[in-house]
T-cell receptor, first 113, second 111 residues
Framework: NAGVTQTPKFQVLKTGQSMTLQCAQDMNHEYMSWYRQDPGMGLRLIHY???????DQGEVPNGYNVSRSTTEDFPLRLLSAAPSQTSVYFC????????????FGPGTRLTVT | KQEVTQIPAALSVPEGENLVLNCSFT??????LQWFRQDPGKGLTSLLL?????REQTSGRLNASLDKSSGRSTLYIAASQPGDSATYLC??????????FGTGTRLLVSP
């Protein structure tokens, strides 16, 4: 199993550009999430999904869009990038709700200039 | 709103010492607590998961305890090694998928 994979590893965008961060898992996990990590703030939940076709907002959803058309993939879209979205983005998956362990991808480091 | 605090923010010890990292949380209604390790520029590696009904979990030189009623968890590292140098994060899972993280303890173990 590759686990949770994310592409790209690094990305530089100009303000106003859009892009999609890719996340895939091969563990047949129903639950997937996106977090951002900023210095001094810990990781914060952006969006999550409890299964194909079902998504919901986390703590900091503004400026981001998600969809879940398959169990394996959970892309995160930046609609119009802003410097405040400069961060490291982590995707995570879990086999079930609540009591289950979460597995994290290696992250995407995004810089918006 | 759940808040997670980790103390100390940074810790430097000589190799071989036993050490304790602390994590506290404000809302005791949690499903579980997870300890992660993060190396610079890397992702998160899960170390230990403690369910809300458990008091502790052990893996090798690591032991994590949970006192839900007081909102505290500790991660004990025995006989520390330079390879243990990393940032250690604790995270609590409240409702559904909502994992709330602390800001981490940066550990440096010197040879």
């Amino acid at each position: 199993n590759a686990g949770v994979t994310q592409t790209p590893k690094f990305q530089v965008l100009k303000t106003g550009q859009s892009m999609t961060l890719q996340c895939a898992q091969d563990m047949n996990h129903e639950y997937m999430s996106w977090y951002r990590q900023d210095p001094g703030m810990g990781l914060r939940l952006i969006h999550y999904s409890v299964g194909a076709g079902i998504t919901d907002q986390g703590e900091v959803p503004n400026g981001y869009n998600v969809s879940r058309s398959t169990t394996e993939d959970f892309p995160l879209r930046l609609l119009s990038a802003a410097p405040s979205q400069t961060s490291v983005y982590f995707c995570a998956s879990s086999p079930g709700p609540s009591s289950y362990e979460q597995y994290f991808g290696p992250g995407t480091r995004l810089t918006v200039t | 709103k759940q808040e997670v605090t980790q103390i100390p923010a940074a810790l430097s010890v000589p190799e071989g010492e036993n050490l304790v990292l602390n994590c506290s949380f404000t809302d005791s209604a949690i499903y579980n607590l997870q300890w992660f390790r993060q190396d610079p520029g890397k992702g998160l590696t899960s170390l230990l998961l403690i369910q809300s009904s458990q008091r502790e979990q052990t893996s090798g030189r690591l032991n994590a305890s949970l006192d839900k009623s007081s909102g505290r968890s500790t991660l004990y590292i025995a006989a520390s090694q330079p390879g243990d140098s990393a940032t250690y994060l604790c995270a609590v899972k409240g409702g559904f998928q909502k994992l709330v993280f602390g800001t981490g303890t940066r550990l440096l173990v010197s040879p």
